[in-house]
């Protein structure tokens, strides 16, 4: 028989009324335990899913890593590139990338009879991945966008159907400037969409890369550049070193020069300020470690004064220090274990209450998203659990200490 054990097991499930300062310690003790497991699950899960949400926003209008000219890349110049069927070969063929689409951009102005606005006009062919922009659909449907011919139809974000008062089915003017002058096209709104990105909502509409490939006035080959999707975010780097040796620093038939850029370095301020959610994360953690270390140790300590008596009797009976010791500890991993089962139920609770009823709102223009996302990680909330415990029974080690000042003699006057 295991005798630490068996002891602890005999204090812990003691219903006795006169130990009536050690229940209400053990009580918040666990609680301890408890909301400070909670507050570590909603937080990491909140952070998890507002990085990813925001991450995946970005993502979604581009791509994990871009293929373009230097120039175009370094100064944002509307300079074109070669996407032949040879080079997308290539791109398709480096390890982990899981799919390869073109894209081209041109700038022009949407006109009502009433206001105009500045535009970007993105241009996609059927190789592009409309799962993003398709969950983001407010109104209208996604046509199919061709890189052989013009629709003519137009995707807009609600920022701008909003400022133009226009709606799906609405024809508009759009006005295009190039070396031979004013080019005018006529567009129907084939549908609305809102990311809450406003930088991405003030100004991107989308099209038919035919469209726009004829609109800059370039060869059916060239386009503003290709968008690489990973099959695994973490490869990105590996997948740039690919690029670097392969594509980066290549002339394409037209004098441009091929260059790579990953998703965040062509978006660094918002990748960024994800990164100091961490941070807040680690902090968090720390503080509800150190509380519920704390109240364990506070526990710990009135249970190992009101059981002088019972400690004093063990060593008189020939009970080692350790043994005793051992007892005290294993009492802790109970009302640890307790604490943890309360507090997973309650922060995992609360986080699905917030995924499927987003009780929780937030300002889109500030955070872009319209209430706090959620992601429960069910190998990180593992390993919080332990974390927990282990953490827990540490510091509880040398407290107990305490016992080996107790003396069996002394004790005595404790009944």
Not at 282 to 311: D, H, K, N, Q, Y
């Amino acid at each position: 028989m295991n005798l630490p054990l068996f002891i602890a097991r005999h204090i812990y499930h003691e219903q006795d009324n006169r130990k009536k300062v050690s229940r209400p310690a053990i009580r918040i003790a666990t609680a301890g335990v408890a909301i400070g497991l909670a507050v570590m699950i909603v937080s990491v899960g909140v952070v998890l899913g507002f990085k990813h949400t925001i991450r995946d926003k970005v993502i979604g209008f581009g791509s994990h890593v871009t293929v373009a000219d230097f120039m175009a890349l370094q100064h944002d110049a509307p300079t074109p590139v070669c996407m032949n069927d040879s080079m997308m070969g290539v791109l398709k063929e480096i390890e982990g990338v899981s799919h390869v689409h073109r894209y081209a951009q041109k700038q022009g102005i949407l006109k009502t009879d009433d206001d105009f606005l500045g535009v970007m006009l993105m241009g996609v062919g059927p190789d592009y991945d409309t799962t993003f922009i398709s969950q983001s659909m407010m109104e209208g449907t996604l046509p199919a966008f061709s890189d052989e011919k013009s629709g003519n139809q137009i995707v807009v974000s609600k920022i701008i159907a909003d400022k133009l008062q226009i709606k799906t089915g609405d024809r508009i003017f759009a006005y295009f400037l190039n070396d031979k002058g004013v080019r005018t096209r006529r567009y129907t709104i084939a549908g609305v969409y809102c990311t809450n990105m406003k930088h991405f909502d003030e100004n991107i509409c989308f099209t038919d890369l035919y469209a726009v490939v004829k609109l800059n006035g370039w060869e059916q080959d060239q386009v503003s550049g290709a968008g690489l999707t990973l099959s695994d975010l973490s490869q990105i780097d590996a997948v740039d070193q690919q690029l670097n040796e392969r594509v980066d620093r290549t002339p394409d038939p037209y004098g441009a020069t091929y260059s790579s850029l990953p998703i965040q370095n062509m978006h660094p301020q918002i990748f960024a300020w994800l990164d100091l959610l961490d941070l807040n994360v680690w902090i968090i953690m720390a503080l509800m470690v150190a509380v519920a270390g704390f109240t364990m140790i506070s526990g710990l300590l009135i249970i190992i004064l009101e059981r002088t008596s019972m400690i004093g009797t063990l060593k008189a009976i020939g009970a080692k220090n350790k043994t005793i010791r051992h007892a005290f500890l294993w009492f802790a991993v109970f009302m640890t274990a307790k604490g943890l089962a309360i507090g997973n139920l309650l922060g995992i609770g609360l986080c699905l209450l917030q995924r499927y009823a987003g009780i929780v709102k937030l300002d889109p223009e500030t955070y872009y998203v319209e209430t706090v996302p959620v992601e429960i990680n069910i190998p990180l909330i593992i390993l919080l659990n332990i974390a927990t415990l282990l953490i827990s029974v540490i510091v509880l080690i040398a407290p107990s200490y305490l016992i080996s000042h107790i003396q069996p003699a002394k004790s005595m006057k404790y009944e």
